[in-house]
């Protein structure tokens, strides 16, 4: 054993991990293993061997159920001790390696790499090489710290058993690009405990995927006051001192937008959920007949080629189908919507358009037989002409097209102020998951229509938003009224125009009389 162990390795191996259910939900989804023999799913022991219970097998690189696990939490809620536990475990397989991984060197060597070690017996530890942080245990296990401040550190010369990053949201998802080849050649499993920074990286690749039930994939969120370590009126406090949307995010884990999401609260009821609830618009789905279809595309080298088919109905415009594609020629684009559209294109009078900025597409599609209509590029316009469709209730989504709903509630504008403090004349859109919505406005703005807007409906919603006012918002609003009115009321001379009902029973016209 070498002399010179960190200091604290060891502190904590005999603190107990006090129960907190979602903590125990994630170490029970790494030890999940599939028995090759028979399809049953169990737990590994602390060893990773699996012992199958129905057949007896016995495997030591029995399949794993989830091979990357995401654990989201409030600040101080026990996420990285959770990792570090399910680290320590990951330890106990002889001859195995693993990368413990932080977004800097200060907080890898600040937080994560003690709340690891603190965990580690002393007895267990046959090697500490401080020059390149790396501990090896009397078993042959080893572990790795890395800081992936720079991406290119991701890049791992040998195949790794497993990984932890530590908060990832704050790891670039390049260098996660980089690392996840090292997990091919063990079936490695990868674990992300983090923070929340809005609807970062690891919301799309691993908590989204998750929750979408796609093999391979578990997630769990939970909040500060979660972690029976937490006196929850302390949490109480900073609720009171805090601003919600930042509670939120920094005690509950919610992501929000904090540069100012777009359409998000508009989009209360855009979503069609099932055949029938799209059926209320389109009374022949999933076949669409005879229909007018809007068909806008958003193409890019540096960024996914979207399309999207909308249809103009009575009642409003249904968006129902999505395409998202990257890096493919504008010629297999097009091969693959009229595929994947092929339903919406046959019998249906379908108009393509597109950014009028975009003339390279449009030569392309049009050797192809296909013109493609110019739509205004303005994003003011459009942003307003999309939120007009939202407020006024008449924009939904398919539940064919969750890849668009998804996007547009995270649009939003990026930030405004440069290094300096100034800010820039103009708002901009934050470029990343645009396409979809980029879509949706080339496609309204190619509409010739606006809204029609339901006046029952209309004061309803402001019935709505009164009832929601406190006694002093409203206090205050019923002042304002009577002042305007006090300062702008006057009686009409004969002659005037509107005289001498003024607005009361509309227009008057004198030679109604």
Request: charged residues 25%; neutral net charge.
């Amino acid at each position: 054993m070498s002399k010179r162990l960190p200091p604290k390795i060891g502190q904590d191996c005999n603190k107990p991990l006090l129960f907190n259910p979602y903590q125990q939900e994630f170490l029970k989804a790494r030890r999940l293993r599939l028995c090759k023999a028979c399809n049953k799913f169990g737990s590994s022991g602390a060893d990773g061997v699996f012992r199958c219970t129905l057949c007896q097998q016995v495997y030591e690189n029995a399949p794993r159920a989830f091979r990357q696990l995401g654990c989201f939490a409030g600040r101080r809620g026990g996420k990285s001790v959770v990792g570090a536990h399910g680290a320590r475990e990951e330890m106990l397989v002889p001859n195995s390696l693993g990368w413990v991984c932080g977004p800097t060197y200060k907080i890898l060597h600040d937080a994560t790499m003690p709340t690891l070690l603190k965990l580690i017996p002393r007895e267990w530890c046959a090697n500490w090489d401080s020059d390149n942080l790396e501990l090896t245990l009397i078993n042959g296990a080893q572990v790795q710290f890395r800081s992936l401040d720079d991406p290119d550190r991701g890049h791992s010369g040998v195949g790794l058993h497993w990984a932890w990053l530590d908060e990832a949201a704050f790891i670039s998802e390049l260098a996660w690009d980089y690392l996840a080849p090292s997990l091919t050649d063990y079936k490695g499993a990868a674990f992300f405990t983090s923070s929340v920074d809005g609807y970062d990286w690891t919301y799309d690749r691993i908590e989204k995927p998750a929750a979408d039930r796609e093999p391979g994939f578990w997630a769990m969120k939970w909040r500060t006051v979660d972690n029976p370590f937490i006196d929850p009126e302390e949490v109480e406090m900073k609720r009171k001192t805090t601003t919600a949307q930042m509670f939120r995010q920094e005690y509950e884990g919610s992501r929000e937008n904090f540069q100012g999401a777009i359409y998000a609260e508009n989009m209360e009821g855009s979503w069609l959920a099932d055949e029938a609830a799209v059926r209320e618009y389109i009374p022949s789905w999933p076949h669409i007949n005879n229909h007018k279809i809007i068909l806008p595309l958003d193409s890019g080298t540096d960024h996914p080629f979207g399309a999207l088919a909308l249809v103009p109905t009575e009642k409003g415009v249904v968006v129902v189908a999505e395409y998202l594609e990257r890096q493919r020629a504008f010629s297999t684009n097009l091969a693959a919507i009229r595929k994947d559209f092929k339903e919406v294109l046959t019998g249906n009078d379908v108009m393509w358009g597109a950014n009028r900025n975009e003339a390279a597409m449009r030569m392309e599609f049009a050797a192809h037989g296909i013109g493609v209509a110019p739509a205004e590029s303005d994003h003011k316009a459009g942003i307003q002409r999309v939120l007009s469709w939202l407020c006024a209730g008449q924009l939904k989504f398919a539940y064919t097209c969750p890849r668009t709903y998804d996007q547009m509630g995270k649009y939003r504008y990026a930030p405004n102020v440069a290094a300096d403090g100034q800010k820039s004349a103009k708002e901009k859109v934050f470029k990343l998951h645009d396409e979809l919505p980029d879509c949706v406005r080339y496609g309204l703005m190619l509409w010739p229509s606006l809204p029609k807007v339901d006046a029952v409906a209309m004061s309803v919603a402001e019935k709505a938003r009164w009832a929601a006012l406190d006694d002093r918002s409203k206090l205050e609003i019923e002042r304002m009224k009577a002042y305007e009115k006090r300062e702008t009321e006057k009686d009409l001379a004969k002659g005037e125009d509107m005289y001498p009902s003024g607005s009361f029973f509309g227009s008057y016209d004198d030679s109604m009389w």
